[in-house]
């Protein structure tokens, strides 16, 4: 199976803050690998597809990088409503896996 | 619009059995790469079962060989079937669509909790 590992485990910001994510894949991975945000209770939410496309309705601060087995998720500008968990997942494989989050925390 | 809604959840013995459902409205269950995630009390997500349009069908291998991903096209529902449960089983599980199947998953149901415990 393809492991995915996520950096840092948790983070705290401040709201403006521009915060970076780092997702990398144990093989190469081209560019399936899609990024979830998840709220307390609340099923995740796709917010990036294909490494770099924004999902519909998904603020523009959002944005997504890289390929190969090297990915980002970058938050611009924290806003309030930002504070949650994130989870990459590769589609690479039959077999999908998900990183272990990353946890964005208010300072 | 699209929508996914679980049921089925709840508390079962260990080696018990329980059937999961997840009644989709908006797209058919047929032609779509339908999957099961869940998420342990405290823990992050884990992939667990996925059924292709052409009804193939893949298990993480903490599964394999005890739960079983199924669809009811007439019923627009896709089912998972758990056997052999253990207590570390317990999760939410959520029923979730990717569309197309190599990108993320869009549609995700509300998730329905089953507690595997005596």
């Known amino acids: 199976d393809i492991q995915m590992t996520q950096s840092p485990s948790s983070l705290s910001a401040s709201v403006g803050d521009r915060v970076t994510i780092t997702c990398r894949a144990s093989?190469?991975?081209?560019?399936?690998l899609n990024w979830y945000q998840q709220k307390p209770g609340k099923a995740p939410n796709l917010l990036i597809y294909?490494?770099?496309s924004l999902q519909s309705g998904v603020p523009s601060r959002f944005s997504g990088s890289g390929s190969g087995t090297d990915f980002t998720l970058t938050i611009s500008s924290l806003q309030p409503e930002d504070f949650a968990t994130y989870y990459c997942?590769?589609?690479?494989?039959?077999?999908?896996?998900f990183g272990q989050g990353t946890k964005v925390e208010i300072k | 619009e699209a929508q996914l809604v679980e049921s089925g959840g709840g508390l079962v013995q260990p080696g018990g059995s329980l059937r999961l459902s997840c009644a989709a409205s908006?797209?058919?269950?047929?032609?779509?790469?339908l999957t099961w995630v869940r998420q342990a009390p405290g823990k992050g997500l884990e992939w667990v079962s996925v059924?292709?349009?052409?009804?193939?069908?893949y298990y993480a291998d903490s599964v394999k060989g005890r739960f079983i991903i199924s669809r009811d096209n007439s019923k627009n529902t896709l089912y998972l079937q758990m056997n052999s449960l253990r207590a570390e089983d317990t999760a939410v599980y959520y029923c979730?669509?990717?569309?197309?199947?190599?990108?993320?998953?869009?549609?995700w149901g509300q998730g329905t909790t089953v507690t595997v415990s005596s």
């Open positions: 979730a669509r990717a569309s197309p199947p190599a990108y993320g998953m869009d549609v």
């Open positions: 908006g797209f058919t269950v047929s032609g779509n790469y």
């Open positions: 059924i292709y349009s052409s009804g193939s069908t």
């Open positions: 093989q190469t991975i081209s560019t399936y």
């Open positions: 294909a490494a770099s």
């Open positions: 997942q590769q589609s690479f494989s039959t077999l999908r896996t």
